[in-house]
Structures are given as C-alpha cells and as structure tokens.
C-alpha cells in the first residue's frame, strides 16, 4: 500500500482555518479606487462580484483601515459602523456567487498620506514622508495600544459584515511591518532593539484578532519575507517571526509577500516599471521629483513565473502553517507545482484583474495563459480614478 501523501488538485475544496473554500485560489487584496467616502460604493461591489463569479475561491477586499490615519488614501475605506451596510452587501454579492470574502484590516503607518488623511502618518521613528512631503510622528506606547485594539474592533465589524475571513496586514513597511525593521525602527524602548522587541506589535495585533473573533472566522496574516532594502527586515528575521506566529495559534494561515511600500514598492511586483505613468497621477512638486528621480524608488525587476516561490520554501520548510503562494502565479502548471511543494493555497492579483474569469478558464482548460504581460500599468491607475481593472 502506499502511503505517500497526494498533491492536493488546487480546484477541489480545501479547509482555511473553520472555513472551507469551493477550491485553493484566493483574489489578492489590491486597491481598486472604488472606495469614494471611504466607504464601499456599487462598483466595488460588481469588481469582487466578477471575480467570484470568475471562479475563485475566495476574494479579498483592500484595504480596510483600522483608523483613520491609517489610509494610504483618503478614499480607502476605514472599519466603523458607517461602512456596514455596503460591506453587507459586497459579501452577500460574492456569497451568492459561490466565493468566500476576506478583509484585509490594517493600519498603513509611515506608508499613510498624512496630507490626504488630514491625520499625521505614524511610525516606530520619526522619519520624513517624500511621498506626502509630511512628517511622520513616532507612535507612543498609547497609540500601539489604540491601534492594536483597532485591529481587533475591525476584525469584529468584519464578522459583523457576513466576512468569512480577514487578512491581517504585517508586510510591506505598513504600521507592523514597519516596527519589524531594523532599518526604519529606530526606537532604544521596548519596541525597539532585539528582534523580540520589534515583534512585538505584529505579534500583539494577531493575538488581539484572535482573542476578539475566535473561531467565528478564518485568520491569515500578509506576512513580509524580507523588504528588499539594505538593512532592512531579511529572510532569517522573518523565518523566526513565523515561527513566533504559529506558536501563538493567532493565524490560520501566511500569504508570504515582500517589499516595502514606503522605500521599495516594486520588489514584490516585478516587470516593467510605469515611472512615467506614476508620475502623471501626482500633483507638483511630486510630480517632478518622479519625473527626475522616480526610477530610483520605482525599479525595476525582471519577471518570472513564481518569482517569490524560491524565499517561500525556505518558510514551508521551516513550518507545519498553512502558507498561501504569492507572486508571479499565472498558469496551472504553477498552481500544480504550489501544490507539490506543499503550499496549501495560491493568491494571484495582476492576472486576475485582467481576466476577472481567468480561474474557470484555466479549471475549463488547463493550457490556458494569462493575458496579463506585467506592465504594471494598473498600478499608477488607482490615483487617476481610472481604476486598475483592464479587462
């Protein structure tokens, strides 16, 4: 008898934590600009509607600031009790289409537009913004607690909304993130210094979630590999922050991400870099400052099908934790190889918001490929009203 175990088939239904999804492939969070009011709006609703309608498993809505001063725009939507009713509504949409819905609750931190929001942005040090041309303010142990609290009391409203799951975001240099990296923290308190210490409000957001909602839904974490800086959060840091995180039980599964927003956004994207396009979105002087120096802060990467899977293995072997594959997944054979490896789900965002059907087509016929050529160009469209949605 043989008792290897089977790859999973991505297209069967799979457990996430007390949920269980009609199949492996998970709608990556990616802001859309349909959030007019910060509050969700008819278009939004129809955008996640198409892609469960589309065949994935389970959509992801972004981005769900816990406070105010969280948005990276001030159009994002932030949880209180006036965003309900239309977040009702975009989960019974994509429910009726068969799809699971997930949240992603976070708080942008030093990444926040302090002009837009109106609020200052927060860090664990004080640092200059060039993206707002603003100040951000170090966060005192008051606002760590406040924001910590916040994440758990959107987690809630999230339950309340008819969301099976949410995304807690802990990547990309936002709030979290921020705090683990040794080259944008510079605090000398309990916040700063060791890895142990600079863990400490990822760690002490997850469990405030979990402490709130239980079981009731499932819990992932957007969890950063590494940022893509010199000195800033690597791979052996992140390795052991992991392993924090699935001893503590606060999460069901990873979506293993890297990059920074706030000091180098394409790492994680990878293609060709829309400097140009980026530029023309911006009032001046950013709008010169990009023009002239732009291809400083937005390089770019080569592309290549699964671009993060090499850091991502080093994670599946060092963890029993479900992990969801990220970047650079277009095809099935993709899929399939996730699957070998022991990824128990695959995200997939850029190719998804050219072919809103692409997962029942590649299901129909597995030798279909992606439309998608990487130009990154729906990025730069999200600050024009343009929207990112191609097909």
């Not at 509607?49 to 994002?76: I, L």
């Not at 069901?252 to 706030?262: K, R, V």
């Amino acid at each position: 008898m043989d008792d290897r175990p089977t790859t999973p088939d991505v297209f069967e239904p799979a457990r996430l934590g007390p949920l269980t999804l009609r199949n492996r492939t998970i709608k990556a969070a990616t802001f859309e600009g349909m959030t007019k009011g910060a509050l969700v709006t008819d278009e939004l609703i129809e955008f996640h509607r198409r892609h469960a309608a589309g065949g994935v498993g389970m959509t992801t809505v972004a981005y769900c600031a816990v406070q105010p001063e969280g948005r990276t725009e001030r159009d994002q939507i932030w949880m209180r009790p006036e965003a309900l009713p239309g977040l009702r509504r975009l989960t019974d949409a994509v429910h009726a289409e068969g799809a699971a819905a997930s949240a992603q609750i976070g708080h942008a931190g030093p990444v926040a537009n302090g002009k837009s929001n109106g609020l200052p942005s927060l860090g664990p040090s004080a640092s200059f913004n060039a993206q707002s041309l603003r100040m951000t303010r170090r966060a005192t142990r008051a606002d760590i607690e406040r924001i910590t609290r916040a994440h758990a009391d959107a987690a809630l409203l999230a339950v309340e909304a008819g969301f099976d799951a949410v995304e807690i975001h802990l990547g990309h240099n936002y709030f979290a993130s921020s705090f683990l990296s040794p080259k944008i923290n510079k605090r000398d308190d309990g916040y700063g210094g060791s890895l142990a210490n600079r863990a400490k409000v990822a760690l002490g957001v997850v469990r405030a979630v979990r402490d709130a909602v239980g079981d009731r839904i499932a819990i992932l974490a957007k969890f950063n590999m590494d940022d893509g800086v010199p000195g800033g959060f690597w791979l052996d840091e992140s390795l052991q922050v992991a392993r924090w995180l699935e001893r503590a039980g606060g999460v069901d599964a990873l979506e293993l991400t890297a990059g920074s927003s706030l000091l180098n956004p394409m790492y994680l994207f990878r293609g060709e870099a829309p400097v140009r396009e980026f530029a023309a979105t911006f009032p001046q002087p950013q709008r010169l400052g990009i023009q002239l120096v732009g291809d400083r802060f937005i390089r770019a990467y080569p592309y290549e099908e699964a671009y993060l899977l090499d850091g991502a293995r080093q994670f599946r072997a060092a963890l029993d934790l479900p992990l969801v594959l990220l970047g650079g997944i277009t095809e099935r054979a993709t899929m399939d190889r996730a699957m070998a490896e022991g990824f128990q789900f695959v995200a997939m965002a850029r190719a998804l918001l050219r072919e809103p059907d692409l997962i029942d087509r590649i299901q129909a016929e597995p030798r279909t490929r992606s439309l998608c050529v990487h130009c990154n160009k729906c990025m730069p469209t999200i600050f024009s009203g343009t929207h990112c949605v191609l097909a």
